[in-house]
């Protein structure tokens, strides 16, 4: 059973930043792409960025764009997401997930239980 553990999250004033890290337990994270999603009040779960296996390819929602980077350290098992210039519109429960391939655009199979950030205005 994969265990996935967000830290991170908090309050932060717009145009602040903040890193988010995700811990994956089990010996084959390097082998799994991972994802990070967020859900804010009254919305649906939407997709924020995707990294594969090896960190060398990343896709990213439009609206995040320019601003998050995700990135893995295989070593460590974990997976981060730097938040810049974070805006009001940006305050949700984030959530990482493993996929189940090693490649972009595959299903998720496990989640985190997430960590809420709130950006003030």
């Known amino acids: 059973q994969v265990q996935l553990v967000e830290s991170g999250g908090g309050l932060v004033q717009a145009g602040g930043s903040l890193r988010l890290s995700c811990a994956a337990s089990?010996?084959?994270?390097?082998?799994?792409?991972m994802g990070w999603f967020r859900q804010a009040p009254g919305k649906e779960r939407e997709f924020v960025a995707v990294?594969?296996?090896?960190?060398?390819?990343?896709s990213y929602a439009d609206s995040v764009k320019g601003r998050f980077t995700i990135s893995r350290d295989n070593a460590k098992n974990t997976v981060y997401l730097q938040m810049n210039s974070l805006k009001p519109e940006d305050t949700a429960v984030y959530y990482c997930?493993?996929?189940?391939?090693?490649?972009?655009?595959?299903?998720?199979?496990?989640w985190g239980q997430g960590t809420q950030v709130t950006v003030s205005s």
């Open positions: 089990g010996r084959t994270f390097s082998r799994y792409a």
């Open positions: 997930a493993r996929s189940r391939a090693s490649g972009l655009g595959t299903p998720y199979d496990y």
């Open positions: 990294i594969n296996w090896s960190g060398g390819s990343t």
